[in-house]
């Protein structure tokens, strides 16, 4: 089993940032890929971005690769999503899942684990 606690959402700006965080634990990760996803309302959930744990490789949407960056901290187990230039259509609630493979892949399917999500608003 790995849990998975995001933090660092909220209420922003348009034009603004915000560091989001999920911290993991149970598991050792070192063969899984960790990812981010979000939901806004009344639309499906969309990857946002992944990174292989043990290489840090990265892929992320067409939509936020410009404006988002994923990173992860292996000595603090902790995965972190980079919201720059925040649109108020990032209005969603972001969740971090884990996924027992090295392969990133973009369907939420594909993940094992999720946390409970985080919610980040952006005002125009």
């Known amino acids: 089993q790995v849990q998975l606690v995001e933090s660092g959402g909220g209420l922003v700006q348009a034009g603004g940032s915000l560091r989001l965080s999920c911290a993991a634990s149970g598991r050792t990760l070192s063969r899984y890929v960790m990812g981010w996803f979000r939901q806004a309302p009344g639309k499906e959930r969309e990857f946002v971005a992944g990174i292989g744990w043990s290489i840090g490789n990265t892929y992320s949407a067409d939509s936020v690769k410009d404006r988002f960056t994923i990173s992860r901290d292996t000595a603090k187990n902790t995965v972190y999503l980079q919201l720059n230039s925040l649109k108020p259509e990032d209005t969603a609630v972001y969740y971090c899942?884990?996924?027992?493979?090295?392969?990133?892949?973009?369907?939420?399917?594909?993940?094992?684990?999720w946390g409970q999500g985080t919610q980040v608003t952006v005002s125009s």
């Open positions: 899942a884990a996924r027992r493979s090295t392969i990133i892949v973009t369907a939420g399917t594909g993940y094992d684990y």
